[in-house]
């Protein structure tokens, strides 16, 4: 599978399973916060943020998703390597210079935001732009 359809699956697979985070009953599970997104329907959009934000709430890492694709990927329990970053520029058809870190990252995270979007994701309009 791609590294795109990797994360779109694990923040979709997190949809319907609010407390799939954490096993039932291990220290890292909380009760659904009022922020949680309810389990999708069909046809429904997966409430990005609200996934996301509960997967930061679990993690012992303060990790910022919103800004940092690094952060997004961990968060996912996905490889956040340079060459898992590369290797994700290249399937989203990066043009810019794969040696700048700092750019790619940044519009890696905008595209994944978009991508999100694009298949079925509510994401804040913040993080499109």
Same mark, same amino acid.
């Given at each position: 599978?791609?590294?795109?359809?990797?994360?779109?699956?694990?923040?979709?697979?997190?949809?319907?399973?609010?407390?799939?985070?954490?096993?039932?009953?291990?220290?890292?599970?909380?009760?659904?916060?009022?922020?949680?997104?309810?389990?999708? %329907?069909?046809?429904?959009?997966?409430?990005?943020?609200?996934?996301? *934000?509960?997967?930061?709430?679990?993690?012992?890492?303060?990790?910022?998703?919103?800004?940092?694709?690094? *952060?997004?990927?961990?968060?996912?329990?996905?490889?956040?390597?340079?060459?898992?970053?590369?290797?994700?520029?290249?399937?989203?058809?990066? %043009?810019? @210079?794969?040696? *700048?870190?700092?750019?790619? @990252?940044?519009?890696?995270? =905008?595209?994944?935001?978009? =991508?999100?979007?694009? @298949?079925?994701?509510?994401?804040? @309009?913040?993080?499109?732009?």
């Amino acid at each position: 599978m791609s590294i795109l359809g990797d994360i779109v699956s694990r923040i979709f697979r997190h949809s319907a399973s609010p407390a799939s985070a954490a096993p039932a009953g291990s220290p890292q599970s909380k009760p659904a916060s009022p922020q949680a997104a309810p389990p999708a %329907t069909p046809g429904s959009p997966v409430d990005v943020a609200a996934i996301m *934000d509960r997967l930061a709430a679990q993690s012992k890492e303060k990790l910022d998703w919103r800004k940092s694709i690094v *952060d997004l990927m961990k968060l996912l329990k996905l490889d956040s390597s340079i060459a898992a970053r590369r290797r994700l520029a290249e399937e989203l058809h990066y %043009t810019g @210079n794969l040696k *700048d870190s700092a750019s790619m @990252n940044v519009w890696l995270h =905008k595209q994944v935001m978009i =991508k999100l979007a694009e @298949n079925g994701g509510k994401v804040p @309009n913040e993080l499109r732009r």
